[in-house]
């Protein structure tokens, strides 16, 4: 069974610096998707980033990228120039697509908070 | 495009008592996913359906049901209520995930059980 590990319950993090979230995932799977969804305080969940494991190239958005270690299977999101707005509770997702069905884990999420 | 929409935003029940909850996908999604989140456990995957027919389940009891309409309208169903069942539940809308798969999440409806 697949599994997600978000090590850091809560983490917080100095306006304008940089901030690393941490992701491991445990899967035989070799095609499969990760992705990272931010969930601000009373506010809906949105996509951040997302990653296809066949790709090698680390997927970038803007302030946003990740370090995709597939063979480790790990899956680290880094905000850089952090902002007040990225404070909200971040959550690592695995999907795996077989046969035109899918299926989402999400790890239990990091509560970041950004410090003025 | 108006977003994920769910209904009601809050509910107040008690222990014994069933609870329906609604959700409107993004217009042209077929695919609906519905989760629980609890402080500590983070999402946990309730069930999906696609096309009025579930595809995927989690590994909740019986008591969690749930169904989609042919406008893809879904709803999930609680019976017999438990303290332990309070919580956000959020539902999530998807096109056809033939590739990418991101969802698109609701505000969520939050389930007290008293």
């Known amino acids: 069974a697949q599994t997600v590990t978000q090590s850091q319950p809560e983490m917080s993090v100095q306006e304008a610096e940089t901030v690393t979230l941490s992701c491991t995932y445990d899967?035989?799977?070799?095609?499969?998707?990760l992705f990272w969804y931010k969930q601000p305080p009373s506010r809906q969940m949105i996509l951040v980033i997302r990653?296809?494991?066949?790709?090698?190239q680390n997927a970038t958005e803007n302030r946003f990228s990740v370090n995709f270690q597939k063979a480790a299977k790990s899956f680290s999101l880094k905000i850089s120039d952090s902002q007040l707005g990225d404070t909200a509770m971040y959550f690592c997702?695995?999907?795996?697509?077989?046969?035109?069905?899918?299926?989402?884990?999400f790890g239990t999420g990091t509560r970041l908070k950004v410090l003025a | 495009k108006a977003g994920v929409t769910q209904t009601p935003r809050y509910l107040i029940k008690t222990r014994g008592q069933q609870v329906t909850l609604s959700c409107s996908p993004i217009?042209?999604?077929?695919?609906v996913s519905w989760y629980q989140q609890t402080p500590g456990q983070g999402l946990q995957f309730l069930f999906e359906?696609?096309?009025?027919?579930?595809?995927n389940k989690g590994n909740f009891p019986g008591r969690f049901s749930g169904r989609q309409f042919s406008n893809s309208r879904s709803e999930m169903n609680v019976s017999t209520l438990e303290l332990g069942d309070s919580a956000l539940y959020l539902c999530?809308?998807?096109?056809?995930?033939?590739?990418?798969?991101?969802?698109?999440f609701g505000p969520g409806t939050r389930l007290t059980v008293l």
């Open positions: 999530a809308s998807s096109s056809d995930p033939g590739g990418w798969g991101e969802q698109f």
């Open positions: 990653q296809e494991a066949y790709k090698q």
């Open positions: 217009s042209g999604h077929r695919s």
């Open positions: 997702a695995f999907m795996r697509s077989t046969s035109g069905t899918y299926k989402y884990i």
């Open positions: 359906y696609f096309s009025e027919t579930q595809r």
């Open positions: 899967t035989s799977e070799n095609n499969y998707y």
